[in-house]
Every structure is written in structure tokens, then in C-alpha cells.
């Protein structure tokens, strides 16, 4: 009987020869990670249990990136108690702000995590790096602070439901509209504990920034975790990056799958997800005239130099509409200095954009373009539940980076194809 | 374990940022947090909740983010146990480690409306509606789980678990 690449994942980090869906398992963790927000629980508990090492220095990763800059006096001292931690444990991987990024376009940037690896995180887009072949998924406080003591999680094998891919995109569209059709096809508890992989021709040819969209957002879809099999684009990717040994797993031909599902991408065009859940998606054509106060290019979702580059090219010569805002986040410190580099910034700069450290910032209504009462957002992040932008009665719509980009110049929700 | 209590009734796919706002993760005090417990879904809820308290929902509830702090957020509010249709896998997880009693069982919560006096028996996996007059039977918790419980949480587990590591691999 044949296996799919998370079940051999995880027999391999729990020592078995192989697992069943359903069954539990208690495995080694390869990383566990944890932010300014999640963390200071866990080292709380780690300090509670009377523990005094971690299981290994360079195994637990924490990254201050959801209020960082810090935004408030509370934050910086939910900050300070992960430095504090870091320097005491003598972490390997602590980013400091001014070396930091957006967790999840962090860690595979610079080769932390990698195929094969099993990874947990204390944030729920920790599901992300499934696109590099790996087992990823989110979790809470309480299990990071027992990973770090114990170097093990415990984990049920989950089902897995392919998703294949075929046919040809259409113009402005990519990986963030494939991850919205198929939550507003299966909802958002469609894939709810199970694994979704994601495969087809449309997969093979897909950059890895749409691949990180893809496995990030399998969370909105309920799901325990998204994955990639690993080919010659995702080692393309890894190869200068890792900082040590890898192993690529495949799914096998006659693997079991608790549910096959099938699309056609040609009939797929930019996808919008309204508020308040990420399923109630339509088509860009069947959006009605939306005008909008503030746009966000950004996020773990959609804060990778390709993204940045797509909004760019929509952008270039191009000013925001009046009495709207767009904010700009790259995901990290290097891709800062890139966008700069290829001239980015002046586009956005000329543009009437604003550009930010990175941070998560606005995503979840943190800081850095948080919504008033009755405001209306365009974003290319992850999330649209009520209030997640800021008041309550804000509105969250999201979408890829052309589209918002092309939004901040109308002045409401439209496409390229409109300016 | 058996509770008692008044439901308070929500819908489906709850997230954790309608039971604990991000704007307010800047602590993980429980006091704090409880006082802003399910702001977004229902703003009377943090005011008018009463110790032993039950928590109804429909499917998918905790969707979302990671954060432990929603669970906290809701056992700090006197909520002695929720009730759902479903619920989204890391907050179930988040709730077993942290010792939030939860429960699953779509046909008590079908019937059930805000403000029923219902009694919860996790052991027996039996939820009764004394205003309604009905009893339900639901999946009592698997085993690895109640073990957890036992072991007073998930770090409980893991203390006794890695004691008994460091012994046998130094680091």
C-alpha cells in the first residue's frame, strides 16, 4: 500500500516504519517556532515546568515580527521577554529587529526550514513551509513550550485530500486565486484536521512564491497542514540556502487519499474573498463597484519580492487614488534591499505609497494601518473574519498583489485590465 | 467531571479573533484578556457571563489563528466547558493542553438556544437540557487525550515524559 509524503514524514519522525491516518504519534520536531505574541506564554510554561535548557539551541527559532516595531509598552515588553530568552538559551535563530522578517517568509529565506523537515509553530500560518516538501503545521503556546523542553510533539496522522490543478492561467492570476477558489469551493472548514496537497501541471510550473500562498493559507481551509512534493523548482530554491542536510520525500503512485479534487484553472480569474470569512469568494467580474479607503501589500500570505514586483508593474507611472492609503510591507530585510535595489521603491514612492519595515502590522489590526469604523481594505493578506483589520465594522477584502494594486489606483476594488 | 450552567448560544465558524481581538494580544494576563472575550462576536458577552457558564456553537468553532490566548481568554471569563458542532483543530488542541474541558456533539448543540440550563458530563460523554428535557450521548474524549488530562496537561506529560529522557541522553 502506498504512502503520501506526510505519512512518510512523519513515520520517519516517530521512528516507525510506517502510520495510518488517525493514528497518534509522538514525533521529533526538527524546528519549533514561536513570535512576539505566542512565545512569551510558552517561555512562561518552560520556565513554570522548572526547566533550565532548551532541547536544542539551534532547533527553537523566535521571531518578533506581530508587534515589532514595538507598538506599545505592553509589546515591548512582550519583546524584551523573548530577547531576554534568546540570549539566555543562546539561540541559534533570533532575529533581532533590523535583521528580522515576517516569520514565514523568514525561515525558508534563509534555509532554516527545509524539505522534509517536520516543523511546528505557535502561529497558524506555520503550514507555510509545506511547500518546500515539509511537515508544518501550527500550534499552540502550551506545545511549543513542551517541544522546547522535549524536542517531541504529539501529533494524529492526518487524512490527505489532493488537489490537482490543471489547464492554463489566466492572465493576473496565480497561486493567492487558486487558494481562494478552492476555499470557496470546499469552505472553511473543508479540509478541517486533514493534509492538503497540492499537485497538477498548474502546480509543477508554479514559482515558489505562489507555492508559500498556497500552503499558507491550507489554515483557512480548516487544515492541518498544506504540502508541496518537493521537484527541481523547490530544490532550485534550497539548494544555495540550506544551512544543513535535507531529504526529499514523495508521495507514491497508489498513496491512499481520503478525497481527490479536481480543477480546471482556465475557468478560474482573480479571485476576491468578502468579508467576513475567506470563502465567500467571487470572481474579480462579479465584484460591483467597491470603493476602498486603504490597501496593504504585504504579509506572510503575499510579502515575497515576486509579489512586490507584480504590484510594481501594475503601479509604474500610476498614482494612488485620492483619500485612499496604500501600504507596502515587504516580508523582510533582504527583500527590502532588493526592491530597493531593482528600483521598487520608487515606483511605489512615485505611486503615493507607503512603505514599511516588515512587520505583520496591519494583518491582524496590530499596527501600522489599522482600520477606522465603516472602512473598507483591499489586502493580500490571509484573513478576513470580523474586525481583523482593526474596528469591528471595517471590511477586509482580500486578494493577490495586481488586484490590490490595481485597487489603490481606482480607488475601489478593479482589476489591471481597468487602468 | 459534570458542570451545570446557563448556554450562551453562537453560530458557526467563530474565530479567534471574534473571541479574543488581536488589538488585545499585547498580554497574556487572563483577567485582561477575559475582559474582552468574544468582543467582536457578541459585545455584552465579557459583562454578563456568570461563572459556570456554557458555551454553545455550531461548526468550525475557534477557526483562525494559533493563539492560546482565546481559550484563556474564555476559561478566565467562568466559562466552565464549550459545546460545539466541531471544532477547528489547533484551538481543540490548545484547549486539551490547557485544561478547558470541550466537547463535541452537533445534536445537543442543534437544539440547544441561548439561555437553556444544560448539564455536561465529559466522563460519560452525556450533555442533558433540563430546559428542553432532552439528553444526548457524544464521543467521550479518545484515549491518548483523557491521558493527557490526567497527566494534568500537556506540560504535566511532558514533565514526567523528559525527566525520564534527560536521564537516558544527556544534552
Known amino acids: 500500500m502506498g504512502k503520501t509524503i506526510t505519512e512518510k514524514i512523519l513515520a520517519d519522525h516517530a521512528g516507525e516504519r510506517e502510520v495510518e491516518p488517525g ?9 519549533a517556532l514561536g513570535n512576539d505574541i505566542t512565545a512569551p506564554i510558552a517561555i512562561n510554561e518552560f520556565k513554570k515546568a522548572g526547566c533550565a535548557k532548551v532541547f536544542d539551541r539551534e532547533k527553537v527559532v523566535l521571531v518578533p515580527d506581530h508587534f515589532v516595531p514595538n507598538k506599545d509598552i505592553p509589546s515591548a515588553n512582550q519583546a524584551k521577554l523573548l530577547r531576554e530568552f534568546a540570549r539566555e538559551q543562546r539561540l541559534t535563530h533570533y532575529y533581532e529587529l533590523g535583521d ?42 502550551t506545545d511549543l513550550a513542551a517541544a522546547m523542553i522535549s524536542g517531541e510533539t504529539w501529533l494524529k ?48 510550473k508554479l514559482p515558489m512564491s505562489g507555492r508559500f500562498t498556497m500552503a499558507n493559507m491550507a489554515i483557512e481551509a480548516g487544515g492541518k497542514s498544506g504540502i508541496i512534493v518537493p521537484d527541481r523548482i523547490t530544490e532550485e530554491y534550497v539548494k544555495d540556502r540550506a544551512e544543513r542536510d535535507y531529504r526529499l520525500y514523495f508521495s507514491d503512485k497508489d498513496a491512499t487519499y481520503c478525497d481527490i479534487i479536481e480543477y480546471d484553472v482556465s475557468e478560474i480569474e482573480p479571485q476576491i474573498a468578502f468579508p467576513h470569512l475567506p470563502e465567500n469568494v467571487r470572481g474579480i467580474s462579479e465584484t460591483g463597484n467597491i470603493p476602498i479607503d486603504q490597501v496593504v501589500i504585504g504579509s506572510c500570505t503575499n510579502g515575497r519580492l515576486e ?23 515587504p516580508g523582510t530585510q533582504w527583500i527590502y534591499r532588493q526592491s530597493m535595489k531593482e528600483g521598487l521603491f520608487d515606483i511605489f514612492l512615485d505611486a503615493r505609497a507607503a512603505i514599511s519595515t516588515p512587520t505583520c502590522g496591519p494583518c491582524l489590526g496590530g499596527h501600522m494601518g489599522v482600520l477606522a ?21 471595517s471590511e477586509v477584502y482580500l486578494a493577490n498583489p495586481s488586484i490590490a494594486a490595481a485597487s489603490a489606483v481606482l480607488g475601489r476594488i478593479g482589476s489591471p485590465e481597468e487602468l | 467531571m459534570r458542570f451545570r450552567g446557563k448556554v450562551w448560544k453562537f453560530g458557526a465558524d467563530v474565530d479567534t479573533d471574534a473571541i479574543i481581538p488581536a488589538r488585545h494580544l ?80 452537533p445534536e445537543a448543540v442543534e437544539i440547544t438556544e441561548e439561555g437553556d440550563e444544560v448539564e455536561v458530563n465529559l466522563g460519560k460523554g452525556e450533555i442533558i437540557n433540563h430546559t428542553r428535557h432532552k439528553t444526548f450521548e457524544c464521543q467521550p474524549l479518545p484515549p491518548f487525550m483523557q491521558k493527557l488530562v490526567e497527566s494534568g496537561g500537556l506540560m504535566g506529560y511532558i514533565k514526567q515524559k523528559s525527566g525520564l529522557q534527560r536521564e537516558l541522553k544527556p544534552k
Not at chain 1, 493514528?23 to 524546528?31: G, K, P, S, T
Not at chain 1, 485612499?324 to 510591507?329: C, E, G, N, S, Y
Request: charged share 25%.
Open chain 1, 23 to 31: 493514528q497518534i504519534i509522538e514525533a521529533r520536531v526538527d524546528i
Open chain 1, 100 to 141: 528580522m522578517g515576517i516569520e514565514h517568509v523568514l525561515l525558508p529565506e534563509k534555509g532554516i526550514v527545509l524539505p522534509g523537515d517536520l516543523v511546528i509553530g505557535a502561529d497558524s500560518h506555520t503550514c507555510t513551509y509545506g511547500a518546500l516538501g515539509a511537515f508544518s503545521t501550527g500550534i499552540g503556546s
Open chain 1, 157 to 204: 496522522v492526518p487524512e490527505t485530500i489532493k488537489f490537482v490543478y490543471t489547464g492554463k492561467l489566466n492572465k493576473w492570476v496565480e497561486g493567492k486565486d487558486l487558494i481562494l477558489f478552492t476555499i470557496g469551493d470546499i469552505g472553511v472548514d473543508g479540509a478541517l484536521y486533514k493534509t492538503m496537497e497540492f499537485t497538477g501541471d498548474v502546480i509543477d
Open chain 1, 307 to 329: 509579489d512586490l514586483r507584480r504590484a510594481a508593474n501594475v503601479l509604474k507611472g500610476k498614482k494612488v487614488a485620492p483619500y485612499t492609503r496604500l501600504i507596502i510591507i
Open chain 1, 373 to 393: 469604523k465603516g472602512e473598507k481594505a483591499v489586502a493580500t493578506t490571509n484573513r478576513n473574519f470580523v474586525g481583523r483589520m482593526g474596528d469591528p465594522e
Open chain 2, 26 to 105: 499585547n498580554t497574556s494576563d487572563p483577567g485582561e484578556l477575559a475582559r474582552h472575550c468574544m468582543e467582536n462576536a457578541n459585545p455584552s458577552f465579557a459583562k454578563e457571563v456568570k461563572e459556570g457558564d456554557i458555551i454553545f456553537a455550531k461548526e468550525n468553532f475557534g477557526c483562525g489563528s494559533s493563539r492560546e490566548h482565546a481559550p484563556i481568554a474564555i476559561k478566565a471569563s467562568g466559562i466552565s466547558c464549550v459545546v460545539a458542532g466541531s471544532f477547528a483543530r489547533i484551538f481543540y488542541r490548545n484547549s486539551l493542553n490547557m485544561a478547558l474541558p470541550i466537547m463535541e456533539c
